[in-house]
């Protein structure tokens, strides 16, 4: 079965951390790109972090860097987002994506699967 399946939300005071994974199975576990994207509730959807090729390459959005850090577990065909230093803004549904197109200014790009989401909620 082609699917993704998130795990590691939860709530958590502002500069705390949370580790989000994401297993993927069936044909999305030979997808090049993976990557989170956020929700907030009223916003639109964002890409947050994207690794290509087991970490050949890595996207961050502006408002996480040097907080948050994608990694991939090739063998277990998982990839993490590790969040530390969170901020009430960070506040979102999370999605885990798989895609085959890359680009380094955006991320993944033309998402082939999604995954059911994983809430995370930071308090002041």
């Known amino acids: 079965q082609d699917q993704l399946v998130e795990s590691g939300g939860g709530s958590v005071q502002a500069g705390g951390s949370l580790r989000l994974s994401c297993e993927a199975s069936?044909?999305?576990?030979?997808?090049?790109?993976m990557g989170w994207f956020r929700q907030a509730p009223g916003k639109e959807r964002e890409g947050v972090a994207s690794i290509y090729y087991g970490g050949g390459s890595t996207y961050y959005a502006d408002s996480v860097k040097g907080r948050f850090t994608i990694s991939e577990d090739i063998a277990k065909n998982t990839v993490y987002l590790q969040m530390n230093s969170l901020k009430p803004e960070d506040t979102a549904m999370y999605f885990c994506?798989?895609?085959?197109?890359?680009?380094?200014?955006?991320?993944?790009?033309?998402?082939?699967?999604w995954g059911q989401g994983t809430q995370v909620t930071v308090s002041s």
């Open positions: 069936g044909y999305t576990a030979s997808s090049p790109c």
């Open positions: 994506a798989a895609a085959l197109r890359y680009r380094d200014y955006e991320g993944c790009r033309d998402i082939d699967y």
